[in-house]
T-cell receptor
Framework: GQQLNQSPQSMFIQEGEDVSMNCTSS?????WLWYKQDPGEGPVLLIA???AGELTSNGRLTAQFGITRKDSFLNISASIPSDVGIYFCAGQSSNAGNNRKLIWGLGTSLAVNP | NAGVMQNPRHLVRRRGQEARLRCSPM?????VYWYRQLPEEGLKFMVY????????ESGMPKERFSAEFPKEGPSILRIQQVVRGDSAAYFC???????????????FGEGSRLTVL
């Protein structure tokens, strides 16, 4: 099925560093969502974006809905050890129809060295 | 307000047995989604249900897998005659909105981890 291109696949950083990850799609999306999955847990919604160009923050996290509507990025500033986990992007295509599923990226695995 | 509840959290089955995974959506949510996640991989959509209806099962294997969301009680994902390749984490998510609605937000349970020996 359709998937988003999410990069990087994994990151290993030092505590205090900033982190950036992104997702791209070949088709136009009308919704972008960013989730975090802690080890052994289910994904938790971090940020939801609904408008092209929208920039939204949630604490140290900032996400943007790309102007072209085909991409989104997530930034984490001043990383801390509890930021460890897998970050997933998910998008909803703007293609017509009542059955528009969320399309998921394969995740970015983040490790933070204290 | 309780979140999405899944049980069991861990399930061990021998090849050929049946696995039943249960999901109670958040209060007020009538839309349920099941996903499968293999180790070190992303989430794979399986099925989308509303009360008493399967809306989209395009991600569900054609054989051995079935899902239901009865009028009363939790949603059930049933895997018959399990094989080792069925070992995975199965996540349930719920939403108050129909699939395709603009919000798209899903609320996930903690998952059920199936191990097939």
């Amino acid at each position: 099925g359709q998937q988003l291109n999410q990069s990087p696949q994994s990151m290993f950083i030092q505590e205090g560093e900033d982190v950036s990850m992104n997702c791209t799609s070949s088709s136009i999306f009308n919704t972008w969502l960013w989730y975090k999955q802690d080890p052994g847990e289910g994904p938790v919604l971090l940020i939801a974006l609904y408008k092209a160009g929208e920039l939204t923050s949630n604490g140290r996290l900032t996400a943007q809905f790309g102007i072209t509507r085909k991409d989104s990025f997530l930034n984490i500033s001043a990383s801390i050890p509890s930021d460890v986990g897998i970050y997933f992007c998910a998008g909803q295509s703007s293609n017509a129809g009542n059955n528009r599923k969320l399309i998921w990226g394969l995740g970015t695995s983040l490790a933070v060295n204290p | 307000n309780a979140g999405v509840m899944q049980n069991p959290r861990h399930l061990v089955r021998r090849r050929g047995q049946e696995a039943r995974l249960r999901c109670s959506p958040m209060k007020g949510h009538s839309h349920v989604y099941w996903y499968r996640q293999l180790p070190e991989e992303g989430l794979k959509f399986m099925v989308y249900l509303q009360k008493e209806n399967i809306i989209d099962e395009s991600g569900m294997p054609k054989e051995r897998f079935s899902a239901e969301f009865p009028k009363e009680g939790p949603s059930i994902l049933r895997i018959q005659q399990v094989v080792r390749g069925d070992s995975a984490a199965y996540f349930c998510a719920s939403s108050p909105f129909r699939q395709g609605a603009n919000t798209g937000e899903l609320f996930f349970g903690e998952g059920s981890r199936l191990t097939v020996l």
